[in-house]
């Protein structure tokens, strides 16, 4: 599937409905997804691979990634409303068997509990987690649960950040034996609520990182 198809076909996927206030809920637009899965395909191949999504939304990225040839992805997610959205969206694009849908909250889901939807190891975590972008609120840096949890899950991750945390990424990738690398940097859309403007909408820059797990 070519970028453009495959960001069309991202962008028909539903925004999560008047989100919830209390957690950051920003889908990632089609283009920025196809383009993010693209770099995950170009470098590790999503061919028959098992892929888990952390904080899925409405499962743009895990979608995406079975469009793309996964096998199975399992889509975590903590707002169960947002799952059955992602699975309808699923099946409308003829990848619904292959789509797991499980309700958790990342910050208590143990890699145990993930792999029992898997029928073998986990290949490859991508994931766009809340950012903390809202620098006044307490959820500033909750991306860092996220992280903890894909790099006990899979050897191999994928993840949009802020830009301006890369070198905290960087230093936590290192201490849990993971190569950080960052792949591409964009500007992510933002809607008014996370912005300090008052225009409607306002971009962060977010990097594309990529953490492979060292061999020994
Ligand atoms: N990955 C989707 C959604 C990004 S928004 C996309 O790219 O479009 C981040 C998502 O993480 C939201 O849907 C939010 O409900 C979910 N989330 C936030 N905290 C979570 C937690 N502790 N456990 C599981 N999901 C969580």
Do not use: C, I, Q, T
């Given at each position: 599937m070519d970028r453009k198809h495959l960001a069309m076909a991202l962008s028909r996927i539903p925004d999560p409905p008047d989100p919830e206030t209390k957690r950051e809920q920003v889908r990632t637009p089609g283009d920025l997804a196809a383009d993010f899965l693209?770099?995950?395909?170009?470098?590790?191949?999503?061919?028959?691979?098992r892929v888990v999504d952390l904080g899925a939304g409405t499962g743009v990225l895990a979608i995406g990634a079975l469009l793309l040839g996964a096998e199975r992805a399992v889509a975590v997610e903590v707002e169960p409303r947002l799952l059955e959205i992602a699975q309808a969206a699923a099946e409308n694009v003829g990848v619904g068997e292959s789509f797991i849908g499980l309700e958790a909250d990342v910050s208590r889901l143990e890699p145990a509990v993930v792999n029992e939807h898997m029928d073998g190891p986990v290949d490859l975590v991508i994931?766009?987690?809340?950012?903390?972008?809202?620098r006044r609120s307490r959820?500033?840096?909750?991306?860092?649960?996220?992280?903890?949890?894909?790099l006990r899950l899979a050897p191999v991750v994928y993840s949009l950040h802020l830009a301006e945390t890369k070198a905290f990424l960087s230093a936590y990738a290192q201490d849990a034996g993971f190569r950080f690398e960052v792949l591409k940097e964009m500007d992510f859309p933002l809607p008014a609520r996370f912005a300090?403007?008052?225009?409607n909408l306002q971009s962060k820059r977010v990097v594309v990182a990529r953490y492979t797990r060292d061999r020994k």
């Open positions: 693209r770099l995950a395909r170009d470098h590790d191949s999503l061919e028959g691979k994931m766009n987690p809340p950012f903390g972008a809202d959820h500033a840096g909750g991306d860092r649960v996220f992280l903890s949890l894909a300090h403007h008052r225009s």
